[in-house]
């Protein structure tokens, strides 16, 4: 979603804004734009659309002279919330005066009554956004103060904040706050990047400062000075950086989502690594606490999450069952705090988030800590939001994901849910050759990708053929299911085709209305208990003319018999299975959305990481 960058240095502000926002572009926005000091008055450049638009624009707008000299500046690409993607509603916006200008990640629940109240003393709105009555109030607030100011501000303020904010009467500092929208400070030599996000900053500096919620900070190019609302100090640690530049670049490949493809074994293996205990068929989480003890008396796994995120909840949903005997649940993070979940000290809740910034995961996981229960995520970005708000919980160090249609999150999260899973059985019915097997199996997951990867060609063949339908259905059963959801929802986000994933059984009760000759069918039918009846379902659907692409386990002449076409799949363990038929599915949908001729990376309306509700 909304991108921040700010910068206040010794080199020139707009280069570092714009190779920043560019940075950022894969969150997913649809305009951007850019305030620079320029002596005694801020000025402002903006475009709807992408960064090279708003560039271009800056670039007719600004003098060269302006652009060498200017040292500090802030930047911001938009996801409309309030008001169109247009020009005047991107950021930054100025206050009345003109002479503040802010960039806000968020939302403003009150911007209404605040609006009200600022026009009833004269002032006048460009935009149709919260951001820009937020830079009135600074402005209104204001008396010659301008941390003072923001603080005032913010103190009347409903909703979600990430902000950056210049001041052409105090030209040397950026003030910058955070609730519920992250901001991250990088500490350079003689200068300081503030962004939304550390991709933004990784290029320039490894030290950071992760802002908690209603701090502020006072940044000038040498310092830091972080203090609550209330104006009183907080310290908070400098961390390293673990990512390098290199890894948000594509790296020879045509696309982010087909990069992050192809470094799924490397992913899965760094996210297996030192995880797995060879000697009791068991895992070692530590992020699960030492206590096999505390383990055992949990009564019920729930796990929250939102689109791929939640799909992965489900794959674990019949891992823990399965495994562990335990009571395992799936909730769509937004519904959850708003249905009063019934939670005790005996329920794990495990909150599910490649980012860590979904703005829904993080209520719920602030909703089930407050009624007791045992909360850990499972993040990828660390240092992000849910991971700081659980304090406790499992990384799963897939590496940067770019691609706003997530694939390596997907099979890490899977991959780390099913060694949870193996150490919670464990600690109950699941014996020690049993859990021998199945943690050899998972040792192999990345190995049996790259055995899905090497078929790319022969899946991009296939795709050719589904290139045409602008309706298609994925079908599976038992943990299948939630990889059919999974294939539909990649081929959706990045195709435009409409696919909708349905429980095989389900299709008679309803959605086999719409099959008509042609219509595609993607069946996950790999090998397991419920592979005969997934067959059944497909006879169903051939038999109304629809088109099956199979996704089989190798060698089942049986699966194959009853495809058009089909991806065959290494034979495994059912739940281990599902990692290599979802990577199958990644490639094809890649396929289809690229020779469609479809952008891919950053599809339309699409952002990486919600942090609105
Ligand atoms: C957005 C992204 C999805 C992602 C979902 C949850 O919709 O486009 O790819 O699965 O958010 O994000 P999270 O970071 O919490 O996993």
């Not at 968020?106 to 605040?114: A, D, K, T």
């Not at 823990?320 to 794990?348: C, K, M, T, W």
Request: proline fraction near 3%.
């Amino acid at each position: 979603m909304c991108g921040i960058v700010g910068y206040i240095g010794k080199v020139n502000a707009a280069s570092v804004l714009i190779g920043g926002l560019k940075r950022l572009e894969y969150r997913g926005y649809d305009s951007a734009g850019i305030a620079l000091l320029d002596g005694d008055r801020v000025t402002v450049s903006k475009a709807s659309g992408k960064v090279a638009n708003l560039s271009e624009r800056a670039h007719s707008n600004w003098s060269p002279e302006l652009f060498q000299k200017a040292t500090i500046g802030i930047a911001h690409t938009r996801w409309a919330t309030h008001g169109p993607p247009t020009e005047v509603n991107a950021h930054p916006h100025l206050d009345g005066s003109g002479g503040i200008a802010l960039v806000h990640n968020g939302i403003i629940e009150n911007y209404r009554s605040l609006r009200a109240r600022l026009e009833a003393k004269g002032d006048v709105f460009l935009s149709e956004t919260d951001t820009e009555v937020l830079a009135h109030l600074i402005g209104d607030c204001d008396k010659g103060d301008l941390f003072q100011a923001v603080c005032d501000a913010l103190h009347q303020v409903v909703g979600t904040f990430g902000i950056a904010v210049i001041s052409s009467r105090e030209p040397d500092r950026i003030i910058t706050a955070r609730r519920g929208s992250p901001i991250v400070i990088g500490v350079g030599d003689g200068e300081t990047i503030i962004a939304s996000d550390a991709s933004a900053i990784v290029a320039h500096t490894q030290r950071v400062i992760y802002l908690d919620d209603n701090d502020i900070a006072i940044v000038t190019a040498d310092a830091v000075d972080i203090r609550d609302l209330d104006n009183v100090p907080v310290t908070r640690e400098i961390a390293e950086l673990e990512q390098d530049a290199a890894a948000t670049e594509k790296g020879g490949f045509d696309h982010f989502m087909l990069k992050e493809i192809h470094e799924q074994p490397d992913s899965l293996a760094n996210a297996i690594r030192g995880r797995l205990d060879l000697q009791l068929g068991s895992s070692v989480l530590a992020g699960m606490g030492s206590s096999q003890r505390e383990l055992a008396e949990l009564s019920r796994v729930v796990m929250v999450g939102c689109g791929t995120s939640l799909h992965a909840a489900m794959v674990g949903q019949y891992a823990f069952e399965d495994l562990a005997d335990i009571h395992a649940g799936v909730q769509q993070a937004a519904e959850f705090r708003y249905r009063n979940p019934i939670l005790g000290s005996r329920d794990f809740v495990i909150a599910i988030s490649q980012s860590g910034e979904t703005a829904d995961t993080l209520a719920a996981v602030k909703e089930a800590k407050q009624k007791g229960a045992f909360v850990m995520s499972l993040v990828n970005v660390v240092g992000s939001t849910i991971a700081r708000e659980t304090g406790r919980g499992v990384y799963l160090h897939a590496g940067p994901e770019i691609s706003v249609a997530s694939t390596k999150a997907f099979t890490c999260q899977v991959s780390v849910l099913l060694m949870m899973a193996l150490r919670l059985g464990r600690g109950r019915r699941y014996s020690r050759d049993e859990g021998l097997k199945l943690a050899r199996e998972i040792q192999s997951i990345p190995s049996l990708v790259q055995q899905v990867i090497d078929k790319g060609e022969m899946i991009a063949e296939i795709a050719a053929k589904y290139l045409d339908n602008e309706h298609a259905f994925f079908i599976g059963r038992g943990p299948m299911y939630p990889v059919a959801l999974e294939g539909a929802l990649k081929l959706k986000e990045i195709s435009y085709i409409h696919a909708e994933g349905y429980h095989a059984a389900e299709l008679k009760h309803g959605p086999i209305a719409l099959l008509q000759e042609g219509t595609p069918v993607i069946a996950v039918a790999c090998e397991g208990p419920a592979k005969d009846k997934t067959l059944g379902n497909v006879e169903e659907c051939r038999a109304r003319g629809a088109r099956i692409l199979g996704i089989v386990t190798e060698g089942d002449h049986e699966a194959e018999d009853v495809m058009d076409d089909f991806i065959s799949v290494p034979r495994a363990h059912p739940l281990v299975a599902t990692i290599p038929a979802v990577v199958a599915l990644q490639i094809f949908s890649y396929h289809v959305a690229r020779l469609r001729g479809c952008e891919i990376d950053q599809p339309r309306n699409l952002a990486k990481s919600v942090t609105v509700e």
